[in-house]
Nanobody, 119 residues
Framework: QVQLVETGGGLVQAGGSLRLSCAAS????????MGWFRQAPGKAREFVAA????????TVADSVKGRFTISRDNAKNTVYLQMNTLKPEDTAVYYC????????????WGMGTQVTVSS
């Protein structure tokens, strides 16, 4: 079992920055990858970025490429999402997720943290 807790959300003006953190606990040694997803009001959940736990390979959605950076600190069992040049369309609940080694599917999810970007 893996537990995930997101922190760092808040209200920011367009053009500003936020850094989200996701702390993992439990069977963290079994994690293959961790990712960030977001869901805006009235919209479907959207993939944002992901990073493999051991190799550190990253994938970033085109919608945030060049503005968002995902990173990890394995010693702290934490993944980060640095969000720069925020836009109002980035407003959403941001969720952290973890994919186990065996399935490579995102099975564990945090409760989410609200990011609101004002124009």
């Amino acid at each position: 079992q893996v537990q995930l807790v997101e922190t760092g959300g808040g209200l920011v003006q367009a053009g500003g920055s936020l850094r989200l953190s996701c702390a993992a606990s439990g069977r963290t040694f079994s994690i293959y990858a961790m990712g960030w997803f977001r869901q805006a009001p009235g919209k479907a959940r959207e993939f944002v970025a992901a990073i493999t736990w051991s190799g550190g390979s990253t994938t970033v959605a085109d919608s945030v490429k060049g503005r968002f950076t995902i990173s990890r600190d394995n010693a702290k069992n934490t993944v980060y999402l640095q969000m720069n040049t925020l836009k109002p369309e980035d407003t959403a609940v941001y969720y952290c997720a973890a994919a186990p080694d065996l399935s490579h599917e995102y099975e564990y999810w945090g409760m989410g943290t609200q990011v609101t970007v004002s124009s």
